[in-house]
Nanobody
């Protein structure tokens, strides 16, 4: 069973950047599609970004496209979410997830989830 640990969250101001990391415990990490989801207070969990197992395809929510970049380093069993031009609406707990199903935008495609890391964007 793969275990995922997120890091890199924090409090930033609007317009700032932040990079989240998610490290997996299992050596089979490279065979999983990976995704980032978030849940804001009082809102449903929503898709943020995803990357295919080999890293050749990436997907973004409309709200994050052009500002966020997802990447992976299979040698380090780690994925990253580079978040630029952050807005207050990006405030949420961010979760990484691993799975082998499709579509990558659906939370149902992921079997393993991290505990989440808080991102707060406020002036």
């Amino acid at each position: 069973q793969i275990q995922l640990v997120e890091s890199g969250g924090g409090l930033v101001q609007p317009g700032d950047s932040l990079r989240l990391s998610c490290t997996a415990s299992d050596h089979t990490f490279s065979s999983y599609h990976m995704g980032w989801f978030r849940r804001a207070p009082g809102k449903e969990r929503e898709f943020v970004a995803a990357i295919s197992w080999i890293g050749d395809s990436t997907y973004y929510a409309d709200s994050t496209k052009g500002r966020f970049i997802i990447s992976r380093d299979n040698a380090k069993s780690t994925i990253y979410l580079q978040m630029n031009s952050l807005k207050p609406d990006d405030t949420a707990v961010y979760y990484c997830a691993a799975g082998r199903d499709v579509p990558l935008r659906s939370a149902l495609s992921y079997n393993y989830w991290g505990q989440g890391t808080q991102v707060t964007v406020s002036s």
